[in-house]
């Protein structure tokens, strides 16, 4: 007799958590925080789960598995969580294996086969198999944070499938666990092997007998309407229970997105990549002609052929990438076609490509891509595509719900302009992208969830959708699942038989309907539990920062977390953020973990008492305040100012952290200690020490930095100018952590301004940018700091005088704070277009000034706040000129961070951080070696924790001008 689970009926967070923690079922949470933190995956939909379980171990599944069967509360398995379809989330009890239940289990070279558990990163099971030559086939554009669990689900595919293949291709065994508690070990099996299971008649052997008669009784519906073509992932893959294919068990559970079994682990195949790889893009008059090129193509022998349209790359704003984009060829859609094989036999297939496409209509132009770099920086344009695509070009929103659809590849151009009519009739918009090469396309549309009409006209659009990819012989997902987003209209794919046959297999597995209930058979609503809608009513809350790009609106800002999760990837690979999440690898220290606290908060449901909330506050504590988010998340999530806006608000009328009165005053209370250095090195050095740090917020383990005997600006007010001038007045901006703790740095600056012929000035009286106020949320004291810093500069910005920062979160503030905090102030706007970078100074403004030249090595760790907002393209240029051979660290973040790594509390995860990347990279480099770090933090992180010490590239230029001068050095030819 089948049973339902029914809801949970008069059972509450408490209860199950409690029930869980005795059952030893691994970690396990059910406070509001955590809640609000797994309400949402990458989709459009929202349901607050009862708890929250981490497993460490295989008994803790099937312990969580039991109390929870016993509590009759429904299981949704989840990964990294950047299921676009709403499968990732559920009313029950969320099991997340990413955290802990992630190991590489067993790899073995010889055989090609690896053993997983279901929450090890795509990545890491990479990195791994490329020790031996080896990858694994299928690779979503979220490779870097989607797990094995998650890929298995809902069979993803990835860029090279046209090659490769999908996870389900790549599946060897799997070991899954029934919500009943059947431990199944699945795979392909004989005649001979089902007999013998069907025989020993126990709870597996009673299983296959019943799949094997849905099989046997259904052969003609499994082979002409399931698996018609490479990309039909809609439903369950019940093709694979036919005898041709080995009646594969496995493969027929990849792509039931939790809903029949919990993996335990997952064997998987593995193979050899070609030893070369060449990319040639291909630019068509548009999408359409795009994708009639396809069929075209595919006889090339292609690793992959992926497709996007201006639309997308419209939206880039990263500085390297922008560049990368504007060498494309002219067109408003691109192929991007990567070719495999030996380096001899590349040029001559990339040519015989290039000459296909050329015979194609609408074909504009190709380009051989060979430069590694500029490879990578195309290819992160399509990686990003599912983030970038969520904002259009005027900045309004775009959501999934539509973004997966597949035909075969020789209708996509058919089906490509219909969906383009589609969405006209609707007045909706999208930039479109995709696995062209199969036939998948991804769209982010601009509905309009906030209002009853735009609920409506998203369901209208879907469901015509739906039909319009049936009529083309299509499938509704081509990789993402079904989801909540297309449960409902899998009847407009499929005939009744093969809807009765998926539910038939659903009761089989799970007759309790105790696994991700509502997907796929017996759905929820497409338009159900949606994260956004017309009945959700943000709180009224008033904000400092008047957060433009998202209409003033608060809620609207950290809902541009849609969830893709490129926060949560573990290694730096370019990026910076998120710092945290890289070192504790828990949810809530990510930049999405946050984001969705935020705006729950927003929300006043699960977090109920607004600015005040103690779990956005807890949540927020390990935020670096890096922004590196700021230009790594691809839909521009600014955690810094989301933090600092909320720290303004938590903290108004109460007492603050005492790191808030030190460190957030530092500026000012450096003016009186520098006054009389000595003594106060001498007290913050003696045994006092350890008081003066517990009074001040002051980790213990930290050193608080030796204030200079002399400050910079004592120093330049009574020295002569030195150097012509000839270029004219350049503003050099004083610092208040290099003017107090390493004056050279600005001396350095001085002596390579002059030498390039400016005149040196710098502001009157004592200025500072404030940035220590805004990071600790003390807006207000932030904004007449900066209104009187704007006061002071006006005269030399009405008249045109650059303005030259040394120290890169400064120089940030400067370019980026300021003109939000005073939004609205010509003056202050005026400061941010003034505001350069030393080497964009002398790239950009010095064309002609010969640099001294430097046989010399280097590796440089480039500042967060100037990744997030330059960029490091001018250092490498003027480091170029010079003749310096210098190696850009991809090391994220320092760790250290501005006042975040001298905070009591935060000393081990600003350690951890840098001892990713940054800080064996400094040990590992030889003496002669250069470090450059402009950063205060940097340096002081570098120096805290090696034996070596950074330098500023200011230093290393006045170094080698004074060598030249001396005699010692090398004159540019």
């Known amino acids: 007799m089948t049973t339902t689970v029914q809801g949970h009926v008069g059972l509450d967070a408490a209860a199950v958590t409690e029930a869980l923690d005795r059952g030893e079922c691994g970690e396990v949470a059910g406070d509001a925080g955590r809640r609000a933190q797994y309400s949402a ?21 099937l312990n969580a598995l039991s109390v929870c069967r016993r509590l009759g509360v429904p299981v949704t398995a989840r990964g990294a969580g950047t299921s676009t379809s709403g499968q990732a989330v559920g009313p029950g009890v969320v099991l997340d294996f990413s955290r802990y239940f992630n190991r590489l289990l067993a790899l073995d070279p010889q055989t090609r086969t690896a053993t997983v558990q279901p929450g090890i990163v795509l990545d890491d099971l990479q990195a791994a198999a490329a020790e031996h030559g080896l990858l694994f086939g299928a690779d979503p554009s979220t490779h870097s944070r989607c797990t094995l669990g998650g890929m298995i689900g809902n069979n993803a595919c990835g860029t090279h499938s046209v090659a490769w293949g999908r996870t389900a291709d790549n599946v060897v065994e799997l070991e899954v666990v029934t919500y009943r508690g059947t431990v199944v070990r699945l795979g392909e099996m004989t005649q001979d092997e089902i007999d013998e299971a069907i025989a020993v008649d126990d709870e597996r052997g009673r299983l296959i007998a019943s799949l094997y008669r849905l099989a046997r009784r259904s052969l003609a519906t499994l082979r002409t309407e399931l698996g018609t073509f490479p990309r039909q992932v809609s439903g369950y893959a019940l093709e694979h229970l036919l005898p041709e294919r080995r009646f594969n068990l496995a493969r027929a559970l990849v792509g039931s997105e939790g809903t029949l079994a919990v993996v335990l682990s997952a064997t998987v195949r593995l193979i050899s990549p070609p030893p070369a790889r060449a990319l040639v893009v291909l630019g068509f008059r548009d999408a359409c002609a795009a994708a009639d090129a396809v069929p075209a193509l595919l006889g090339h022998q292609l690793l992959a052929l992926e497709g996007l349209d201006q639309a997308l790359t ?44 050329d015979e194609c209509p609408g074909f504009t132009g190709g380009d051989v891509i060979t430069d590694p770099v500029r490879a990578r920086r195309l290819w992160r344009i399509r990686e990003d595509g599912a983030g970038l695509a969520t904002r259009m070009p005027d900045g309004s929103e775009a959501w999934p719900g ?45 509905f309009d969830f906030t209002t009853e009409h735009g609920t409506a006209v998203f369901r209208a659009f879907v469901t015509e959708a739906a039909q ?29 038989g093969v809807i009765a046959l998926f539910e038939e297999f659903k009761n089989i597995w799970d007759p309790d309907n105790g696994l991700n209930p509502g997907m796929i058979v017996r759905p929820l609503p497409v338009d159900g539990n949606l994260r956004v809608g017309p009945h959700r009513t943000p709180l009224p809350l008033t904000t400092v920062f008047p957060f433009h790009t998202d209409d003033g609106d608060f809620a609207k800002a950290t809902r541009r977390c849609v969830g893709v999760g490129k926060c949560r990837t573990t290694a730096p690979r370019g990026d910076v953020m998120c710092p945290s999440y890289r070192v504790t690898r828990d949810e809530k220290d990510s930049t999405r973990g946050r984001a969705r606290l935020l705006y729950e908060m927003t929300q006043g449901e699960v977090i109920t008492d607004g600015w005040r909330s103690r779990e956005v506050r807890d949540a927020l504590d390990l935020c670096l305040s890096c922004k590196g988010c700021s230009a790594d998340c691809p839909v521009g999530v600014d955690m810094a100012t989301y ?84 270029r004219g007045p350049v503003l050099l901006w004083v610092d208040s952590f290099n003017n107090h703790f390493t004056p050279d740095v600005l001396k350095a600056g001085v002596a390579v301004l002059e030498n390039a012929g400016f005149r040196v000035q710098v502001p009157d009286g004592t200025q500072c940018c404030g ?93 967060c706040h100037q990744h997030a907002t330059s960029g490091f393209g001018a250092d490498s240029t003027l480091l170029h000129r010079m003749g310096v051979d210098n190696t850009v660290l991809d090391a ?82």
């Open 643 to 726: 933090k600092s806006e909320f720290l303004h608000h938590h903290y108004q009328g109460r007492v603050r952290p005492a790191s808030h009165y030190t460190m957030g005053w530092l500026p000012l209370l450096s003016r009186p200690a520098a006054r009389m250095p000595r003594l106060v090195n001498a007290l913050t050095s003696s045994r006092a020490a350890p008081l003066v740090k517990r009074l001040g917020g002051i980790a213990a383990e930290r050193e608080i930095p030796r204030f200079a005997p002399r400050t910079f600006l004592s120093w330049f007010r009574t020295r002569a100018p030195e150097g012509d001038g000839h």
């Open 771 to 863: 940035l220590t106020w805004i990071t600790t949320g003390q807006l207000g004291v932030a904004r007449r700091i900066a209104r009187r810093t704007i006061a002071a500069l006006a005269p030399a910005l009405g008249a045109g005088v650059p303005v030259v920062g040394l120290e890169p979160s400064c120089t940030a503030a400067l370019r980026t704070d300021l003109p939000e905090l005073l939004d609205g102030d010509e003056d202050a706007r005026a400061l941010a277009r003034a505001t350069v970078t030393l080497a964009e100074l002398l790239v950009h403004h010095a064309t002609d000034w010969h640099p001294p030249h430097i046989k010399a090595r280097s590796i440089s760790q480039t500042h």
């Open 314 to 357: 419209d939206i880039v704003t990263r500085p390297e990438t922008r560049a990368a984009i504007d060498t494309l060829p002219s067109a408003s859609a691109w192929l991007f076609a990567e070719l495999g094989g030996s380096e001899d036999e590349l040029p001559d297939r990339a040519r015989e490509l290039t000459k296909a496409a």
């Open 468 to 496: 319009l990819v049936a009529a083309h012989g299509g499938s509704l997902s081509g990789e993402h699942g079904d989801g909540q987003a297309r449960s409902e209209l899998l009847p407009l794919m499929y005939g009744p």
């Open 41 to 61: 995956d990458a989709s459009n939909y929202r349901q607050v789960p009862l708890a929250v379980v981490f497993p460490r171990a295989r008994q803790q599944v």
């Open 892 to 973: 994220g973040c320092c760790g250290l961070a501005g006042n975040f790594g001298f905070e009591r509390g935060h000393y081990d995860v600003s350690v951890a951080a840098g001892e990713q990347v940054l800080l064996p990279a400094v040990r590992a480099t030889a003496p002669d070696t250069h470090i450059l770090a402009d950063g205060f933090s940097c340096r002081t992180q570098i120096a805290q924790r090696t034996d070596r010490t950074g330098t500023h590239l200011a230093q290393l230029i006045a170094d080698a001008l004074s060598n030249l001068a001396n005699g010692q050095g090398t004159a540019r030819d």
């Open 402 to 446: 539509w973004e997966d659809a597949a035909v075969p590849p020789d209708r996509l151009g058919p089906y490509l302009r219909r969906f383009t009519g589609l969405l006209d009739r609707h007045g909706l918009h999208g930039a479109v992208y995709g696995h062209f090469g199969e036939g998948c396309l991804h769209v982010r549309i601009d």
